[in-house]
């Protein structure tokens, strides 16, 4: 199944997300970010939203697609939950188009604690964050 359209490009990535996110100093500001960058995210057909495709661990439906050309992967996300939308977009910045090594060695937290959004999230928020991670290193073995 081919992958949607990548809304991002190259516009978006770790450190872009950061240095965006570190420029809004309220949460309202930080949150508004998040949904905007969700609303760029295709939205998945209901051939997408598979079981096989659905990460378990998460409060909200989300699902994953993946590739892999070489060592080099690429990855779609979508989610029933809007601000997860936008959390997706930020884990999307950090590993599609990433080799393998440096999607293991990804600090989820150190990425959400630099952005300013670690505090913010609920703890099964970042429950179901870690949930992503570990689908998206499993995928990728």
């Known amino acids: 199944m081919a992958l949607p359209h990548h809304p991002f490009g190259t516009e978006l990535n770790q450190t872009t997300v950061t240095e965006m996110l ?5 949460w309202e500001d930080k949150y508004r970010q998040l949904i905007l960058w969700g609303k ?3 939205t998945f057909t209901d051939a997408q939203k598979q079981t096989a495709n659905q990460v378990n ?3 909200s439906a989300v699902w994953f697609l993946h590739q892999v050309e070489g060592d080099t992967h690429y990855f779609a996300a ?3 939950a809007r601000i997860v939308k936008g959390l997706l977009a930020i884990v999307l910045a950090c ?3 990433q080799h393998g090594n440096a999607i293991h060695t990804l600090d989820i937290d150190r990425v959400f604690q630099q952005a300013g959004l670690a505090h913010h999230l609920s703890e099964s928020r970042t429950n179901g964050l870690h949930a992503i991670i570990e689908y998206i290193h499993q995928i990728t073995r």
């Open 22 to 26: 570190a420029q809004h100093t309220s």
């Open 57 to 59: 661990g998460c409060e």
């Open 78 to 80: 979508d989610s029933n």
């Open 40 to 42: 760029r995210l295709p």
């Open 95 to 97: 590993v599609h188009g």
